[in-house]
T-cell receptor, first 112, second 113 residues
């Protein structure tokens, strides 16, 4: 257990569905991250939040919409995804930007 | 921006042998180099890291070396055990990059008993 939990662990959704991924950290960190992990690009940074403020959007398509209501919770809202969006979505947190990042177990997403 | 290359992509060793994974980076301003281990069904976990003011760091059976001039760093695992089997990722970052990590492509290490 790293102190970072993600739900659901597995998700299958159609291209017209809307779903959300949830991440929660119990470490008292103030920075949270979303990464996409696939066979083509093993660890690709998507979004970064520091003290609830988005500091990085790595050219992610608008069909992915992050939300950070507080320093402990991070969501990734998904809508009208494509099959190529199928991947493992990992959440991480750290004590400040540049600190050691602790990863959750990920959500395995399959878009049909 | 930073580009990190990692080799080999797969590595198979016999239990008890040593394993070496190498990474090169492009941004000479990079000053922090962590290594992560990812086991099946889990997220990556930090196993060791090094900053640019040192050339080598050891923690029991694992060590990392850094050559700033050549812009490469390596992970060394000695006396490998089956539980070392996993995917290993190197990463690099700098203050200029806002401390955002750029990861290498990963190495799948298989330790045969």
């Amino acid at each position: 257990e790293t102190g970072v939990t993600q739900t659901p662990r597995h998700l299958v959704m159609g291209m017209t569905n809307k779903k959300s991924l949830k991440c929660e950290q119990h470490l008292g960190h103030n920075a949270m991250y979303w990464y996409k992990q696939s066979a083509k690009k093993p660890l690709e940074l998507m979004f970064v939040y520091n003290f609830k403020e988005q500091t990085e959007n790595n050219s992610v398509p608008s069909r992915f919409s992050p939300e950070c209501p507080n320093s402990s919770h991070l969501f990734l809202h998904l809508h009208t995804l494509q099959p190529e969006d199928s991947a493992l979505y990992l959440c991480a947190s750290s004590q400040g930007l540049g600190g050691e990042q602790y990863f959750g177990p990920g959500t395995r997403l399959t878009v049909t | 921006g930073e580009n990190v290359e990692q080799h080999p992509s797969t590595l198979s060793v016999q239990e008890g042998d040593s394993a070496v994974i190498k990474c090169t980076y492009s941004d000479s301003a990079s000053n922090y180099f962590p290594w992560y281990k990812q086991e099946l069904g889990k997220g990556p976990q930090l196993i060791i890291d090094i900053r640019s003011n040192v050339g080598e760091k050891k923690d029991q059976r694992i060590a990392v070396t850094l050559n700033k001039t050549a812009k490469h760093f390596s992970l060394h695992i000695t006396e490998t055990q089956p539980e070392d089997s996993a995917v290993y990722f190197c990463a690099a970052t700098s203050d200029n990059a806002g401390n955002m990590l750029t990861f290498g492509g990963g190495t799948r290490l298989m330790v045969k008993p």
